[in-house]
């Protein structure tokens, strides 16, 4: 029985063209080109998903993973759950809309890192990898002996690394950029759920082709 994670960052998105914080409010959703890679990415995907078995499409619930993930879901006769465990940082209601420089320079904490938030108010690194990782491990656990399409962010996909990968909550090394539609695949033999943790294999990582 074999479980696979297919993580997908969201297309090219409004918030980033506008450098604002797009959180649940002001994520403008995708651009022309976010919408374009989001049906390029739907037809990559049915085209691989005749040996994958059942397949389900998860996202999380901000609107440029939702835009993202809703052509995907078609393509496979799917509905899309949103589930906001896969959320890129839970950043506060302060800086919804608020541009990337000025969070940075006026709300930036020092000393910001893996255990303290890097801004006054948010969630710090590790919170974000273990709310992503459970949210992976659950959703895993759900669909055991299927295929598992994830539309999230950059942090969802970093974040697989620990929750799947099971390094902790700091990489020994960095992750290159990842690219809007790529695609990073887990697979398991193991059952999900179990105790010690399920041995994935990483198939690929950062897959835009």
């Known amino acids: 029985m074999r479980t696979r994670m297919v993580l997908v ?6 918030h980033k063209a506008q450098r604002v914080i797009g959180g649940p409010r002001a994520c403008g959703g995708l651009t022309p080109l976010g919408h374009a890679q989001a049906a390029q990415l739907a037809s990559r995907v049915e085209a691989q998903a005749a040996g994958w078995g059942p397949v389900a499409v998860y996202s999380s619930t901000l609107r440029r993973a939702r835009e993202t993930a809703a052509p995907v879901a078609g393509r496979l006769g799917v509905a899309a759950v949103a589930d906001c465990g896969l959320c890129t940082w839970h950043t506060p209601a302060y800086a919804d809309g608020m541009p990337v420089v000025e969070l940075h320079r006026d709300h930036g ?5 893996v255990f303290r938030p890097f801004e006054r108010g948010n969630e710090t690194w590790a919170e974000l990898v273990t709310r992503v990782s459970r949210a992976l491990v659950d959703i895993a656990a759900r669909h055991r002996g299927g295929t598992v399409v994830v539309v ?3 942090e969802t996909v970093a ?7 099971l390094l902790g909550h700091y990489y020994p090394f960095e992750l290159a950029n990842v690219r809007n539609a790529a695609v990073t695949e887990w697979v398991t033999a193991d059952d999900p759920a179990r105790f010690p943790p399920a041995r994935w294999t990483l198939v690929r990582f950062n897959d835009a082709s």
């Open 9 to 14: 960052r969201h297309g090219d998105s409004v």
């Open 109 to 113: 904490l020092e000393g910001g890192g």
């Open 152 to 154: 999230g962010h950059a």
């Open 159 to 165: 974040a697989s690394f620990g929750g799947l990968g």
